[in-house]
């Protein structure tokens, strides 16, 4: 995996994730009927594939990764229900400064000044891209947001720590326990209609997709990297909701994207080179 095709795929990934806002508000079930549904229908999908090739093997690392991949899924999905959107997903993009200490700490990378820079410049741009709506919502879905970035700096090191060999399997096995643990929820939440339904397949399709595409570019990134470039996400979020709900983004919120659009491209360009 060289490093070009690693960020383009990472970037489509990006896309794909930013529907997941609007899917998750599309669905009329409680959070974690949803994470559960929704990673019953990625780990159903991604079975025969992870058979055919072979490689289903639960180490320490895609353990690890599974575990917080299971932590971000519901945390992600419930503070999307209880708070904001826009404030669960500014808290998920914190993740770069979590993997900055992590990355130094465990794998032994160099922070560079770049580093250093553009991790200010996605902090700042996402304070002024949310400012237009990132307040409000449940207290306890904001406290439960705050994780949403810890456990995404998460997935990220452990996926770096399996370059070497198969990280599809953190997502494969975290969609499994996922699944697991809200099976009652599901169970308790009945039938669904066909709207929840069509949805909740869409949210598990572009969940197993995405994440195995993700896994599999992370092998041509640095840890900072792979949590930096999907800054896409966010930035395309408020889109999708002016298409589909007619929300209109502010200029404090178009002024931010075009700051971390700026960051992000700045720090793959240096890293190509």
Same mark, same amino acid.
């Given at each position: 995996?060289?490093? !070009? ?28 009927? %949803?994470?559960? $549904?929704?990673?019953?229908? @990625?780990?159903?999908?991604? &079975? ?8 289903? !093997? &639960? ?25 904001? *959107? ?10 770069? %400064?979590?993997?900055?200490? #992590? *990355? ?8 560079? !000044? ?34 949403? $970035?810890? +456990? ?7 996926? /770096? ?17 996922? @699944?697991? &643990?809200?099976?009652?929820?599901? %169970? /308790? ?5 066909? +709207?929840?339904?069509? #949805? ?6 572009? +969940? ?7 896994? +599999?570019?992370?092998?041509?990134? *640095?840890?900072?990297? *792979? ?14 909701? #002016? ?23 700045? !720090? ?6």
């Amino acid at each position: 995996m060289n490093h !070009k095709k690693a960020v383009i795929l990472t970037c489509i990934v990006a896309l794909m994730w930013s529907l997941a806002g609007l899917n998750i508000k599309m669905i009329s079930l409680t959070p974690y009927a %949803i994470s559960c $549904g929704r990673s019953l229908i @990625a780990a159903l999908i991604l &079975l025969p594939w992870i058979i055919k090739r072979g490689t289903l !093997k &639960l180490d320490r690392y895609a353990f690890g990764g599974a575990v917080c991949y299971l932590i971000f899924n519901y945390c992600f999905t419930a503070s999307t229900k209880l708070t904001t *959107s826009a404030f669960a997903i500014m808290m998920q993009y914190t993740a770069p %400064i979590y993997v900055a200490v #992590f *990355s130094r700490i465990f794998l032994k990378e160099t922070i560079t !000044k770049t580093d250093m820079v553009c991790m200010a410049s996605v902090f700042g741009g996402m304070l002024l891209f949310f400012s237009d709506g990132a307040g409000g919502g449940n207290l306890f879905g904001n406290a439960v947001a705050v994780m949403n $970035g810890i +456990s995404f700096a998460g997935i990220s090191m452990f996926l /770096q720590m399996q370059k070497e060999g198969n990280p599809e399997n953190s997502f494969f096995f975290g969609n499994v326990f996922a @699944a697991a &643990l809200g099976f009652p929820f599901l %169970i /308790q939440s009945g039938v669904p209609g066909i +709207s929840d339904s069509a #949805f909740l397949i869409l949210a598990g399709l572009l +969940s197993a997709v995405s994440y195995t595409i993700y896994a +599999s570019a992370s092998k041509g990134l *640095s840890a900072l990297e *792979s949590v930096l470039i999907p800054v896409i996400d966010p930035v395309m979020n408020p889109v999708w909701v #002016f298409l589909f709900l007619g929300e209109r983004p502010g200029w404090m919120s178009i002024i931010g994207a075009v700051v971390i659009l700026t960051a992000v491209s700045i !720090k793959v360009l240096k890293s190509h080179r």
